[in-house]
């Protein structure tokens, strides 16, 4: 990415460009970091834990207030519809509010029972400077809240690279954070290229990298972040299962299954991708949720580009050609990707190592609780994953055996600002939301004092 011009918006529906922004000058990156580095000193020192809470509560009131406008630049810029766009930034109000209602809570003091000796001992988190987040396009502010919000209210400062088709709505953001009363530099939106963020990573102003995006970025941003010895969270791809071992209403079951697969065009990490269906259902479950997926086709918004949904096409077309059947109300019309479901794709066939990143659906059968979830781990990715079953016993014993960093039973749609999220395996690694996200930039320090 060398361009003069590398962010811009393109309008996914008609494919036009309908604006472009220069990206910064080397001077401006050395300058937002020198503000963020400037801001810290008095933001962590100066500032108390109540009056940051204070701040992270006019952001969350901002975010509802302008939600129509936010919601509108993101549904140009990544084709988002109106409805969920509306609904992305009321999610986001939700993590700044829960992070200014508990912050105080979250930072207290945490006392150590002493196991021998006299004195005291207790761990208090503290900031740990200026952080870089690398944000992606599918959740243009959701993604930023989740790593914002915690760490402004912990007390570390902020440059935020959002995604090159996202420049609308990153700097509507910066306007947000600056309207809601922070400091200059507390938040800083830079248009920097990827040869600019190479060094800024490696910058020692930076004290640590937040990430969310692809798993080949996401293992170049970790090898430079860890030859300078900093902390990174990354938050990567994902081909969540999505198992049903038994239900006692087929078709809500399929209704669940075709809402996690197809929210946001199917453009979410933590969707569940590959439906893995107990051999005495299958059948009767492919034919609703076929009929469901094809009955979408038309009222479904654009990919976010041409190009992705060009890629969409070829992993769709290797799988073909691998030997599976796939189904669908149509062909791709530029960025427009026909909903569709992928069968018989065979679990070591390079196309079942692949994430789908679009509204394509791949279904399997098992004949057992076992082979469910040897095949829901037969992957490199680790995100999320779903288990349907009317036993609860074997609910709690599936989800047990699962390698990933989160399992939803019996329901979709069921994160919260409370629950952590994250993955394992090449999915990434750390925690965003709920109590784990303030810890992940924080200096956990000890403080041991003996008898005076």
């Not at 011009?5 to 472009?20: F, M, N």
């Not at 701040?55 to 302008?66: C, F, P, Q, S």
């Not at 709920?434 to 000890?446: M, S």
Request: aromatic share 8%; glycine share 10%.
């Amino acid at each position: 990415m060398t361009g003069k011009h590398v962010y811009a918006v393109v309008d996914p529906a008609s494919g036009k460009l309908v604006e472009e922004y220069p990206t910064a000058t080397d001077e401006a990156v050395d300058g937002a970091l020198d503000a963020a580095v400037r801001a810290y000193a008095q933001w962590s020192k100066q500032t108390s834990v109540a009056q940051r809470a204070q701040l992270l509560g006019t952001v969350a009131e901002l975010h509802i207030e302008r939600s129509e406008r936010l919601a509108e630049i993101i549904h140009r810029e990544m084709g988002k519809p109106l409805d969920q766009a509306v609904a992305e930034v009321e999610f986001s109000a939700a993590i700044y509010r829960y992070y200014a209602e508990n912050a105080p809570a979250f930072l207290a003091d945490e006392p150590i029972e002493l196991l021998e000796g006299e004195g005291s001992a207790f761990v208090r988190r503290q900031p740990i400077g200026a952080l870089l987040g690398i944000m992606p396009w599918n959740y243009p502010y959701y993604q930023v809240a989740r790593f914002a919000a915690p760490n402004l209210a912990l007390g570390n400062t902020i440059v935020l690279k959002h995604a090159p088709q996202c420049p609308e709505s990153s700097a509507a953001l910066q306007q947000l954070f600056t309207d809601a009363g922070y400091p200059q530099g507390c938040y800083v939106n830079v248009y920097a290229t990827h040869e600019q963020i190479a060094g800024v990573i490696a910058d020692s102003r930076v004290r640590g990298v937040s990430f969310t995006g692809s798993e080949r970025a996401g293992a170049e941003v970790a090898e430079r972040a860890g030859r300078s010895l900093k902390k990174v969270v990354l938050e990567l791809g994902g081909s969540d299962p999505f198992i049903v071992l038994s239900t006692d209403d087929l078709d809500a079951t399929v209704d669940a299954a075709v809402e996690t697969r197809f929210e946001n065009t199917g453009q979410a990490c933590n969707a569940g991708k590959r439906v893995i269906v107990a051999d005495d259902i299958y059948d009767a479950f492919l034919d609703k949720f076929t009929e469901k997926v094809l009955a979408m086709a038309g009222g479904l918004a654009p990919l976010s580009s041409v190009a992705a949904a060009e890629r969409l096409e070829e992993q769709v077309e290797r799988a073909a050609a691998d030997g599976a059947t796939f189904v669908s109300a149509g062909r791709r019309a530029g960025a427009y990707f026909p909903p569709g479901v992928l069968t018989g794709v065979s679990p070591t066939a390079p196309s079942a190592a692949e994430e789908l990143f679009g509204p394509v659906a791949t279904v399997y059968r098992v004949g057992s609780e076992d082979e469910a979830v040897e095949l829901a781990n037969a992957t490199p990715y680790g995100l999320g994953s779903y288990v349907f079953t009317t036993d609860a016993e074997q609910a709690i014993r599936v989800a047990d055996k699962i390698e990933a960093g989160m399992v939803f039973v019996n329901g979709v749609g069921l994160e919260g600002v409370e629950l952590p999220f994250g993955g394992v395996k090449r999915s990434g690694f750390g925690r965003e939301l709920g109590r784990a996200g303030i810890d992940e930039f924080a200096n956990k320090k000890l403080i041991r004092t003996a008898r005076t």
